[in-house]
């Protein structure tokens, strides 16, 4: 099986370029395309997914599959998996949550839509073991506090509260300055060092696990 991810920034396709080799070993393989936002996301998907069912329905790649991610950040999560739904169904592909509808029980799908509760740093507090492994002077006792104990539930950004959690650290503390001009290149160099660690079956964030299960059940 090739499977080809949409996510809307760069950070969130590096930690997939390291994480997915747990989930998808050869002879499986995968593409990450960066669409550097959600709302261009949300612009050349239908086009995107139109190209693919072509693929897929009509021109032989019977092994091609296609895996959308998205922030919620503010949004409803509800809404923005129903409006990712509707642009695949509308192009022709099936999308899990509509093969189980039909099916009444697990059934081979084509699309997997996934939404990230909140943004991507939420998986990084789901599983504090790999940011210690990839960060080693971030220990156990930063992540006690208890508004992080629950990853897709963090107030106030999540990328915000790993940024103060590595600054308690040492780490990215020319990012701590409001004046700096650095912008957010400290979430892609944590990205990647943290995605290598990632465990598929030891994070404690709900839409991670939904991500893994979903993945698991594409290539099934």
């Not at 960066?34 to 949300?42: A, H, P, R």
């Not at 839509?113 to 991507?120: H, I, T």
């Not at 400290?186 to 990205?191: L, Q």
Request: proline share 5%; hydrophobic share 40%.
């Amino acid at each position: 099986m090739h499977v080809e991810f949409f996510v809307e920034e760069f950070s969130a396709k590096l930690a997939l370029d390291a994480f997915l080799h747990h989930l998808l070993p050869p002879p499986h393989s995968f593409e990450v395309f960066n669409m550097n936002s959600k709302e261009q996301l949300f612009i050349k998907l239908p086009q995107r997914l139109q190209g693919y069912a072509t693929m897929i329905n009509t021109g032989g790649y019977n092994d091609l599959r296609v895996v959308v991610l998205v922030d919620r950040d503010d949004d409803d999560c509800r809404d923005l998996k129903q409006q990712l739904d509707a642009i695949a169904a509308g192009n022709n592909l099936v999308t899990k949550t509509e093969a189980e509808r039909l099916a009444g029980a697990p059934a081979p799908f084509q699309v997997l839509n996934r939404v990230v509760c909140e943004e991507l740093e939420s998986w990084f507090f789901g599983d504090p073991e790999a940011v210690t492994k990839a960060f080693e002077r971030v220990g156990d006792s930063h992540f006690r506090k208890t508004d992080l104990r629950a990853p897709d539930a963090i107030v106030g950004g999540t990328a915000q509260a790993l940024l103060r959690t590595f600054n308690k650290a040492g780490y990215f503390k020319e990012y701590a300055n409001p004046k700096h001009k650095l912008g957010n290149r400290w979430k892609a160099d944590a990205a990647k060092a943290i995605g290598e660690h990632l465990h598929p079956d030891r994070n404690e964030s709900p839409s991670f696990r939904a991500l893994v299960e979903g993945i698991r059940s594409l290539i099934a």
